[in-house]
Structures are given as structure tokens and as C-alpha cells.
């Protein structure tokens, strides 16, 4: 069976992340327009886990009181494309599932990664623990869960063992972790689509 870096350095090779990019563009400005206005208002540090070809990054660098912004991939061909194309944000190429990476943000994003980690609970543990700020907020998008039928042969098709969870499962991960006000969306969904399901939480404690 393959592993989902090497599937996702194999996109990165086949250009594949430029269609990503493409076609989660609506879900992602979406994701991004529920971030708290005062948060953006105010000086911040935006992290993308998972961040492909650095798109969002670069995105949220050009924001006025964006102060770092940082991307993290475990496929080293797409963080090669990330600092080709965007010279002036950071990133890592982390595995991660096993970084040591502790450096803290008021945001936190990641969109279509969380159901490839073999141990998500433990991926989303530290992130709370070691890179979200008190105060911060979490947003994470996955098309891949238990309601969203057409997913449901990812992981066959990809030849990959992909995390399938309920919405009701992913939100009581996120309240073990110690996550608070805890709201879930689905957006561009279409007939025999159930969208893209979204998240938003943040760390008060």
C-alpha cells in the first residue's frame, strides 16, 4: 500500500496540484471568511498543515496585518513548488505525524489532509498543544468522511488507508482535545455531493 506522501509527491510531479488548487478554491475562501474580522483586524500568524503548493499560504501572506505566515507539507516536491512560486513565507517540509515543530499561531488552517494521518487524534493533540495560541482558532476542511457517500472509494482507488469518520466522530475528537466552540459547515455540495465538511474551533483554555 502506498503512503499518502508519496502519493502526494507523485501529484506534485503530474502538475495534479494545480487542479487541487483549482477545485478547492470555493471551500477555502469560504473556510477563510470564518475567521473572526478582529482577528484579522489585529497583527496575526497564520500556519497551513498540509499546505501543498503553498496557495493558501501565500494567500493569507498578502493580508496587511498578517505577521508570518508558514507552511508545513510532508511531500518535499510540493514545498519545493511552495518556495518556487513564494519566496517571502516560510515552509517546512515536516512529516507530520512525527515533527518536533512548535512555533505558535493565532491561526491554525488545513483543508483536505486529516483523513490520510494514520493517527489523527494524535495530529490534532498537537496542534493544540504546540502551535495553536490561546486565544487562536482551528479551521480544517476534509471531503472525505463517513456521510459524504461518493468519498467512500478514496481509499480503495488511491490504493491508501484513509481515516473514515463521521462528522459526529470528528467533533468529539475535537472536544477531547480540549477544543471549544466547536462548529461544523458543509459547502459546495451538489447532487450526489455532500461538500466540503469544515470545522472551525477555537483554544480558549
Not at 518556495?83 to 515543530?101: A, F, G, N, P, V
Request: hydrophobic letters at 35%.
Amino acid at each position: 500500500m502506498k503512503t499518502a506522501i508519496e502519493t502526494f509527491n507523485n501529484w506534485a510531479h503530474k502538475n495534479k496540484d494545480k487542479g487541487m488548487e483549482k477545485n478547492h478554491s470555493y471551500s477555502v475562501n469560504k473556510m477563510l471568511e470564518l475567521i473572526p474580522p478582529k482577528m484579522l483586524s489585529d497583527d496575526f500568524s497564520f500556519i497551513d498543515i498540509g499546505c501543498g503548493n503553498g496557495w493558501v499560504v501565500k494567500k493569507m501572506r498578502d493580508y496587511i496585518n498578517c505577521t508570518k505566515s508558514v507552511g508545513i507539507d510532508g511531500a518535499e516536491k510540493m514545498i519545493e513548488k511552495a518556495i518556487k512560486r513564494d519566496k517571502q513565507s516560510h515552509y517546512y517540509q515536516l512529516d507530520i505525524e512525527k515533527m518536533d515543530y512548535k512555533d505558535q499561531f493565532d491561526i491554525v488552517f488545513s483543508m483536505e489532509v486529516f483523513y490520510y494521518f494514520k493517527d489523527p487524534i494524535y495530529v490534532l493533540n498537537y496542534i493544540y498543544k504546540n502551535i495553536l495560541k490561546k486565544g487562536g482558532c482551528m479551521l480544517f476542511g476534509i471531503d472525505h468522511y463517513l456521510e459524504n457517500k461518493d468519498s467512500l472509494s478514496w481509499g480503495k482507488d488511491l490504493e491508501l488507508g484513509l481515516q473514515t469518520l463521521s462528522i459526529d466522530m470528528w467533533e468529539s475528537n475535537l472536544l477531547n482535545t480540549g477544543f471549544k466552540n466547536i462548529q461544523s459547515y458543509k459547502f459546495g455540495a451538489k447532487e450526489n455531493w455532500s461538500g466540503t465538511l469544515v470545522f472551525y474551533c477555537e483554544k480558549i483554555d
